[in-house]
T-cell receptor, first 116, second 114 residues
Framework: NAGVMQNPRHLVRRRGQEARLRCSPMKGHSHVYWYRQLPEEGLKFMVYLQKENIIDESGMPKERFSAEFPKEGPSILRIQQVVRGDSAAYFC??????????????FGNGTRLTVT | AQSVAQPEDQVNVAEGNPLTVKCTYSVSGNPYLFWYVQYPNRGLQFLLKYITGDNLVKGSYGFEAEFNKSQTSFHLKKPSALVSDSALYFCASLRSGGSYIPTFGRGTSLIVHP
């Protein structure tokens, strides 16, 4: 009964290093969303992907951030040259895909990134 | 464009009393509306949704929500609060026929006092 799996749960990086966050969607789900959560700011959309395709990346900063969802393996959110402002909780959610728009999202427990 | 607003950062209620967590939406066309709950250090969990049909929607853990089109609201309610209901609650919207990306409110912290 595996839900959405995110790892690592906690990630500490020094300024300038790279952070890689992984997300395996729920079984049978083909679409993945990444959101960022900061205190007092709620949940901010970053990127929406299906396998081998980015559907919408309008919420993702143009520089340093990238995301992929390969044919095999988990979705990866990559942050290059991290800065302190990148410290946040990053949540992945999955859904069955388009055509099932009324299906709720299933969230992982998040990766808490701390940049020192 | 679509958005949701949760006007209260925090709601305090005594155990056993009814609770309401407010949400208003701004969606062109017919909205799909959702409530999620987040416990500390966990991801969001789905509570209930309004797609179409009855304006009163019942969900998990005794929660319900009422869709009010004239007031563009979708308030979350529970007749009798439990201390264990203390958590962060998020309202979300989708526009039917539009983007498949839910927009979330800023969240409301519910604190139920013993």
């Amino acid at each position: 009964n595996a839900g959405v799996m995110q790892n690592p749960r906690h990630l500490v990086r020094r300024r300038g290093q790279e952070a890689r966050l992984r997300c395996s969607p729920m079984k049978g789900h083909s679409h993945v969303y990444w959101y960022r959560q900061l205190p007092e700011e709620g949940l901010k959309f970053m990127v929406y992907l299906q396998k081998e395709n980015i559907i919408d990346e309008s919420g993702m900063p143009k520089e340093r951030f990238s995301a992929e969802f390969p044919k095999e393996g988990p979705s990866i959110l990559r942050i290059q040259q991290v800065v302190r402002g990148d410290s946040a909780a990053y949540f992945c959610a999955s859904s069955p895909g388009q055509g099932r728009v009324d299906s709720p999202l299933h969230f992982g427990n998040g990766t808490r990134l701390t940049v020192t | 464009a679509q958005s949701v607003a949760q006007p209260e950062d925090q709601v305090n209620v005594a155990e056993g009393n009814p609770l309401t967590v407010k949400c208003t939406y701004s969606v062109s066309g017919n909205p799909y509306l959702f409530w999620y709950v987040q416990y500390p250090n966990r991801g969001l969990q789905f509570l209930l949704k309004y797609i179409t049909g009855d304006n009163l929607v019942k969900g998990s853990y005794g929660f319900e929500a009422e869709f009010n089109k004239s007031q563009t609201s979708f308030h979350l309610k529970k007749p009798s609060a439990l201390v264990s209901d203390s958590a962060l609650y998020f309202c979300a919207s989708l526009r039917s026929g539009g983007s498949y990306i839910p927009t979330f409110g800023r969240g409301t912290s519910l604190i139920v006092h013993p």
